[in-house]
């Protein structure tokens, strides 16, 4: 995994080279005619502060459409705060101790996480199986690849349109399915398990494809020699897998849990489409209202955007929360992970004998380190 | 993990932005000063932005050919639940509003509130036409100052849709008037229409009626008083007369009335060409939303659905919507004008015999093409609609509408008619929507 920004890496590279040049120019500094002098003026104030500009646009953009509405967010938070008549008064944090103690955010929250565990367990467990067999000698390896990518490119709202359809409770494919088997038709629109099943499907259907992807391209680098040396000492396909595929991807798979999670906790489209019919947003009785369609529905149906906002403030805060978490865990792993690929190759090395394996172990733990910093 | 960290950063940003972004739009310039009228060579485009099945679209081509240099652009929105979120939306931004806004008579309630962002229309002499309309939809549309916000299309006198065959098969009466005679003619009750369903139910093991949303609808909104009182206070809590109807309501959902069908979708239309359910209360305008779902789902005017001129518990109204003026309109007087020709005589006898949509304009009541018969009336087995719904509409009152009017009936009430066509008992029902009311702290 390369996060780093490319600049962060050839940085220091960049600037201890260039000090040397100017110190040559420097001596004939008072050489130079007005003309060159101007020039040189302008190169100094280019290599000074150019770097500034270029990364200027993101930050003006971040700041505009980031930082401001959080912040103008956090303002209406703390006011009464009505959709059509605007600013009333100041009301402190009576938005979020009003919203703390009401029973329908706590809902929404418990169904976000339902959703989100239903979603992102079984999604990631069959995207690396997928990934594995993808990573195998197939035929028409772009074709199958490809393939699994192809839900990910339908549009959210047409996955929800026929998902919803086929969940339908009287006349859906799904019930119409479990009647011939003579099973009882399943609520999928009005009982909580049910739906969150549902909703959990479209997301899996979704993302399972897209994960596997980023996990197959993480398992091809991981180095062969490994797999073969492991073969050789006669090692099966399951424990290579488990002991070289899955401990070489691991901050892969943390970059996929977190994506997840950020995605899993801001779910909106699967839910409000779901049962687009439905008189309150999320089934009838909040059966999979998520936070941010609880938001949604606070700011739009209901025209309360003050507490809407705290809704969307205490949503950050739990986001920001759960990445912390995530982040102290990767490292966890990530340092223990390194530990242990830096031990094994040499361990196989004393036993076999070889100096090329460790070599090739130990490259692979500076590698890790570095994209790690 | 820069990437990801900014990302998360960014992406729990856009959820909070996106609604401080509308709440910070500008508000809307008013400039109601002298405006030139269009003209090929002051070309002008008009936004109408409207909802359900409206009928307006051949007189938006009519308009146009009738009035050169005029482009009108019209968007219409599937729902009046998704048309007020949208009108709302926009309203909060102070932006994207149309040149003339569909308002449904529901969320008067809420745009009372904000009345003085519609142009008053009596600059653009609403004040001396307002005798062509039933006189309570011209007061449903004046604010507490006397303006007049919007001009009156349709109104939603109820009557109810049976199907012929489904009554034949159970061995009851199935020609309209006898329909009309059976459920207790001009003093038609609740209490009748549930007895009548009763013996239906135990002759043909079948429902009812579709599912008991509209029926409770149609229950609140023919009281002198519904959710609110005309004093603006809440009126649920403690509300004999509202409590009584949902008993009998309950009552009928536990003796397998309700189909148990979901709104406004009917499994796609299905539900009314497989013998699901043999009634609904139909406001006017409902006539072209079944006529759409019965083709929806392949049927045709064969299916045995008529419409009889009875309504159980007195006359009774659903709906009937304004076309207003948003104050942030660049042209309002051409806007004015529109609006003013959508919802004449003619234009609303126009819209009746596209989409049914009952008019509110007297002369138009009369005319000869609603009275006669139609498009719709051949789909109804030629029930001569208009004269029918004219008969409905003697003695409907206006309901005030509070604030929360909308929010109510479609979170509070939208889903304790669901707990009753799924088997929960009236009090507990009754007891979970007081409990919902007082979640949603709606006061």
């Known amino acids: ?373 | 993990m820069d990437i990801t960290r900014t990302s998360r950063i960014a992406k729990a940003a856009a959820v909070a932005g996106s609604l401080a972004l509308l709440a910070t739009g500008c508000g809307g310039n008013n400039n109601a000063t002298s405006e030139q009228p269009a003209s090929p060579d002051n070309p002008i485009t008009l936004t109408v932005t409207t909802f359900g099945t409206m009928g307006l679209d051949d007189l938006y081509t009519k308009y146009e050919s009738e009035n050169p240099g005029v482009k009108i652009q019209a968007t219409n929105i599937d729902t009046g639940g998704n048309a007020l979120t949208d009108w709302k939306t926009k309203q909060a931004a102070g932006a994207g509003l149309p040149d003339v806004q569909a308002v449904e008579e529901g969320w008067l309630g809420q745009v009372m509130t904000v009345s003085d962002s519609f142009t008053d229309l009596r600059d653009y002499g609403a004040g001396d036409i307002a005798g062509q309309w039933v006189d309570w939809k011209v007061q449903q549309a004046t604010d507490d100052e006397g303006r007049i916000i919007g001009y009156g299309t349709d109104i939603g006198p109820m009557g109810l849709c049976y199907n012929a065959d489904l009554f034949k098969e159970a061995g009851l009466p199935s020609e309209r008037d006898a329909v009309a005679e059976l459920f207790g003619g001009d003093n038609a009750t609740w209490e009748q229409f549930v007895d009548v369903g009763k013996d239906y139910v135990k002759a043909s093991d079948k429902a009812f009626y579709d599912q008991s949303g509209f029926v409770w609808n149609s229950m609140v909104n023919q009281l002198d008083e519904g959710y609110y009182k005309a004093d603006g206070t809440l009126n649920i809590e403690g509300n004999t007369q509202l409590r009584e109807r949902w008993d009998l309501l309950a009552d009928a959902a536990s003796n397998g009335l309700s189909s148990g069908q979901t709104q406004w979708d009917w499994g796609k239309g299905q539900a009314f060409v497989d013998g699901s359910f043999a009634t609904m209360p139909c406001p006017g305008w409902m006539l072209g939303v079944v006529k759409g779902q019965i083709e929806g789902a392949g049927g045709d005017s064969t299916g045995g659905w008529d419409f009889a001129d009875v309504f159980p518990g007195g006359p009774a109204n659903w709906g009937g919507t304004f076309l207003t003026v948003p104050a942030t309109s660049q042209h309002p007087a051409e806007a004015a004008k529109l609006a003013q020709w959508l919802t004449s005589a003619d234009s609303q006898a126009a819209a009746f015999e596209v989409a049914g949509t009952f008019p509110s304009s007297l002369d138009a009541q009369q005319s000869e093409a609603v009275t006669g018969a139609n498009d719709l009336t051949k789909f109804f087995n030629d029930a001569p609609i208009g004269k029918i719904l004219a008969n409905r509409a003697e003695g409907v009152k206006a309901q005030f509408k509070g604030p929360n009017d909308s929010v109510i009936q479609e979170q509070v009430f939208g889903p304790a008619t669901i707990a009753l066509d799924s088997g929960t008992d009236g009090q507990k029902a009754w007891n979970d929507a007081l409990a919902t009311l007082k979640d949603l702290d709606i006061k």
């Open chain 1, 1 to 373: 995994m390369t996060n780093k920004p490319p600049g962060a890496s050839t940085g220091p590279a960049g600037r201890k080279a260039r000090p040397s040049a100017p110190t040559p120019e420097k001596l004939r500094e008072d050489q130079l005619t007005g003309k060159q002098r101007h020039r040189h003026f302008f190169s100094r104030l280019d290599y000074k502060y150019s770097p500034y500009l270029y990364v200027a646009p993101f930050f003006i953009l971040f700041a505009l459409v980031g930082l401001f509405p959080l912040v103008y967010t956090f303002v209406v938070s703390i006011n009464d705060w009505d959709l059509l008549g605007g600013a009333g008064e100041w009301v402190g944090l009576e938005n979020y101790t009003a919203e703390l103690s009401s029973p329908l955010f706590w809902n929404s929250l418990f169904n976000t996480f339902s959703i989100f565990l239903l979603s992102a367990i079984p999604q990631l467990a069959i995207a690396t199986f997928i990934a594995a067999m993808l990573d195998q000698n197939l035929r028409a390896k772009t074709f199958w690849r490809m393939s699994v990518l192809v839900p990910y490119v339908v549009t959210p709202v047409a996955v929800t349109l026929i998902f919803s359809n086929a969940f339908d409770e009287k006349y859906g494919l799904i019930n119409n399915l479990l009647q011939v088997f003579n099973v009882d038709p399943v609520a999928w629109k009005t009982s909580v398990f049910p739906s969150h099943l549902a909703i959990a499907t479209m997301v899996n259907w979704r993302w399972t494809g897209y994960n596997a992807l980023i996990l197959l391209a993480a398992m091809q680098a991981v180095p062969r020699e490994l797999h073969e040396s492991a073969a050789l000492d006669g090692a099966g396909k399951l424990r290579r897998f488990f002991s070289i595929t899955l401990p070489s991807i691991r901050p892969t798979m943390i970059f996929v849990i977190i994506t997840a999670t950020i995605g899993g906790m801001q779910i909106f489209t699967e839910p409000k489409l779901f049962n687009a019919s439905s008189s309150v947003p999320g089934g009838p009785d909040r059966q999979y209202q998520t936070t941010v369609l609880y938001l949604w529905d606070l700011a739009f149906n209901r025209g309360d955007f003050g507490r809407a906002s705290a809704v969307a403030w205490m949503l950050f805060l739990i986001i920001i929360l759960i990445g912390v978490i995530n982040f102290l865990l990767s490292r966890k792993i990530a340092s223990s992970g390194e530990k242990r690929a830096g031990r094994r190759p040499a361990r196989r090395g004393r036993r076999a004998g070889k100096t090329a394996i460790p070599a090739s172990g130990q490259d692979m733990a500076e590698a890790r380190r570095r994209n790690h910093g």
